[in-house]
């Protein structure tokens, strides 16, 4: 069955430090996205990538397709980070396949 | 930057009336979805839309649900007879331009709740 499975589903941290978000999935994806959503609902795209790494000013992420594993890194994190982050995988088709969610709370 | 626009933003309804929720997608864009959140749980896939037909839906997306594009520019999802179960944020998403399909651009989303 195709799932996307994601850790940790909460996470706190200070100003400043750097943050990984984990996502693993099944064999065959064609794309994995990561994606913001924000307290208010609204959901943003961040990435969209099928192999390597991809940066975009603090958020780089990864993807190791042998491993079935992406990652999304926050630098120098901000309380404006705090959010939910959701990794989505596209399988055979053009449809998203959701995880969970991540909620992230950045403190001063 | 172009965006998803969806209206309304929240939407109250009696169980058992039918409700249209309205979205703009990306004027360029090819590819159409339709997603829902349940409060408290992860975003489900619905429906998707391409060249005016439905290419792909869920097992959500029965007899009760269907989608249009009326107009070239509006993309909608009705709900023919509402059920409580049907509370939820409704997504619309857009993608790609022609040359690949891309990432998905989502709306800011249309809160249902069916009283």
């Known amino acids: 069955k195709n799932e996307v499975e994601q850790s940790p589903q909460n996470l706190t941290a200070q100003e400043g430090e750097f943050i990984t978000i984990n996502c693993s999935y099944s064999v065959g994806i064609s794309a994995l996205h990561w994606l913001q959503q924000h307290p208010g609902g609204g959901i943003v795209s961040l990435f969209m990538l099928s192999s390597g790494k991809k940066k975009h000013g603090r958020l780089i992420a990864t993807i190791n397709i042998q491993e079935k594993h992406s990652s999304l890194h926050i630098t120098a994190s901000h309380p404006r980070d705090s959010a939910v982050y959701i990794c989505?995988?596209?399988?055979?088709?053009?449809?998203?396949?959701f995880g969970t969610g991540t909620r992230l709370q950045v403190f001063p | 930057e172009p965006e998803v626009t969806q209206t309304p933003s929240h939407q109250v309804t009696q169980m058992g009336q039918e409700v249209i929720l309205r979205c703009v997608p990306i004027?360029?864009?090819?590819?159409f979805y339709w997603y829902r959140q349940i409060l408290g749980q992860k975003v489900e896939f619905l429906v998707s839309f391409y060249n005016n037909e439905i290419s792909e839906k869920s097992e959500i997306f029965d007899d009760q649900f269907s989608v249009e594009r009326p107009d070239g520019s509006n993309f909608t999802l009705k709900i023919r007879s509402t059920k409580l179960e049907d509370s939820a944020m409704y997504f619309c998403?857009?993608?790609?331009?022609?040359?690949?399909?891309?990432?998905?651009?989502f709306g800011d989303g249309t809160r249902l709740s069916i009283l």
């Open positions: 998403a857009s993608s790609g331009d022609g040359t690949a399909v891309g990432p998905q651009h």
């Open positions: 989505a995988a596209r399988y055979n088709t053009d449809k998203l396949i």
């Open positions: 004027s360029n864009h090819l590819y």
